[in-house]
Each structure stands twice: as structure tokens, then as C-alpha cells.
């Protein structure tokens, strides 16, 4: 059954030599494990790529969520995908074909994604969405975790809801950037469905815990919002 909520902490927060591990924390709480993969020339930071995915993939069974902020991304989408990926999103700013990228993906076996940094306006992509399973709209500048949310940001997620209502889209509303506590209901209530959370997660004690607990928010609030919808409890 798909869940109704997603909700997938970031790797980029965790301890990087006990990877195995960290991805054990969450099992049971997180939907997906999120792999940020940057390669010093679309961002300005550097992490980890195709072999330690492959490695990663053996030590869990969560599925993978990479998100690429990577130039030439028809390069390399593909390898995330035939290692076993779940979800592929590569950035529009780094693509001049996303819809013949995201054909690709789905042939590969994976869902397709595509992402929004903080300055793209998501209008030009609406049209876009039918050829994609996700959109993610980042809640930050790509680049670091640890960032401070940017809740002007979510206009694009209600733009994206919108469109996806509209037209009766099957798509995931994902946002990435600053997702904890005290944000995770203004998302899901602008329309976002997939919530990557990498400081809130496993900067906590307990990263299950905080998955369980992030869920529970956006669930609560997704509740509010429908009852108000239809006029209110009756008793
Ligand atoms: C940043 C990455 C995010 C990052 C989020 O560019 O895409 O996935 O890990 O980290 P937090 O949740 O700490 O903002
Ligand atoms: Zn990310």
C-alpha cells in the first residue's frame, strides 16, 4: 500500500562512516532513506556517489530517494536507477530535457523526480508534471543541510498542489530544506506529501522517534485541514 505521508530523512546528516547504521536507525519509521548527491559544480559541496549507494543498497531494505544536485544529470540519473533507487530526482536547472530524462528513469525501473531550487520559479514545469512521480520543491538553497526554512517557498508547493488537483495528477509533492517540528505542518498544509528532514532527524536522540514524530505532525495537520474543509466536526 502507499503511504499516505512520506517521510525521509537525509543521509547528510548522518555519521558518514557508520552509514549502515544510520540507515538501521530508521528502519520501521522512515518511507524512504533520502541520498543527497552533490558534486562540487551544481552545488558548492561534495558528497557521495554511485559506489557507496551500491554499498549502502546491500546493508537495508528502505528504499532510496537520491536527489541530484549534479550537473549532466542524463549522465548519471540512470546508474541511481539500475542500482536500485526508488526515486530519482534530478534538478531542472541542470536539464534541457527533464520529460526524455524522466522516460528514461521510468524505463530504468525507477520513479522519476524533479526538483526546484530555491530561485526557480515552478511555473515553467507545471506542464511537465504528468512525465514525473515527484516534484520537490526546495524549502532552502540547495547545497548544506542545517538551513533555516524559507516558508515563502511553499507558495510553490500550493502552485503545485493546485496543478496536480486540477488535473488529477498522481504525483508526490516532496519538499526539502528545514523540515522539523516546527515546519512540517505549514508544508503539508501548502500541499507537500514527502517531507526530506535531514538535521531533525538525525540530530536527534532518537531518529525513529523523530520520524514517528514528524509523521504524526503532518498527519494531524492534513486532518485539521480536511475537517475544516467539509464545515467542521459534528458531534
Ligand atoms: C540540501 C539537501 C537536503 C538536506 C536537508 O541541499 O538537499 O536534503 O539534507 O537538510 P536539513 O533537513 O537539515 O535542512
Ligand atoms: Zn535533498
Redesign the pocket.
Known amino acids: 500500500m502507499t503511504p499516505d505521508i512520506i517521510i525521509a530523512p537525509?543521509?547528510?546528516?548522518a555519521d558518514f562512516a557508520n552509514l549502515a547504521a544510520e540507515a538501521e536507525a530508521v528502519e520501521g519509521a522512515a518511507d524512504w532513506l533520502?541520498v543527497?548527491v552533490?558534486d562540487n559544480h551544481f552545488?558548492p559541496?561534495l558528497t557521495i556517489g554511485p559506489p557507496v549507494v551500491e554499498s549502502l543498497r546491500r546493508a537495508t531494505g528502505i528504499p532510496f530517494d537520491c536527489?541530484l544536485?549534479i550537473e549532466d544529470p542524463k549522465r548519471w540519473a540512470p546508474a541511481y536507477a539500475q542500482l536500485g533507487a526508488c526515486n530519482v530526482t534530478f534538478h531542472a536547472e541542470a536539464c534541457d530535457d527533464p520529460v526524455a530524462l524522466a522516460k528514461d528513469l521510468r524505463a530504468a525501473g525507477t520513479l522519476a523526480g524533479l526538483a526546484v531550487d530555491r530561485d526557480t520559479p515552478i511555473e515553467p514545469y507545471l506542464e511537465l508534471l504528468p512525465h514525473f512521480d515527484t516534484i520537490l520543491v526546495?524549502t532552502?538553497?540547495?547545497?548544506?543541510?542545517?538551513?533555516a526554512?524559507m516558508p515563502e517557498l511553499l507558495a510553490k508547493v500550493r502552485a503545485a498542489r493546485r496543478h496536480a488537483k486540477a488535473g488529477h495528477l498522481d504525483i508526490r509533492i516532496e519538499v526539502?530544506?528545514?523540515?522539523?517540528a516546527d515546519t512540517i505542518e505549514a508544508a503539508a498544509l501548502a500541499g507537500a506529501d514527502a517531507f526530506?528532514?535531514?538535521?531533525?532527524?538525525y540530530?536527534a536522540h532518537d531518529p525513529a522517534e523523530a520520524c514517528r514524530k514528524l509523521r504524526a505532525l503532518a498527519q494531524a495537520a492534513v486532518a485539521r485541514q480536511t475537517t475544516s474543509d467539509s464545515g467542521g466536526t459534528t458531534v
Open positions: 537525509s543521509i547528510l546528516a533520502h543527497d552533490m552545488v559541496n536527489h544536485m526546495m532552502i538553497k540547495a547545497g548544506f543541510g542545517g538551513q526554512f526539502d530544506g528545514g523540515i522539523a526530506v528532514a535531514g538535521t531533525a532527524v540530530g
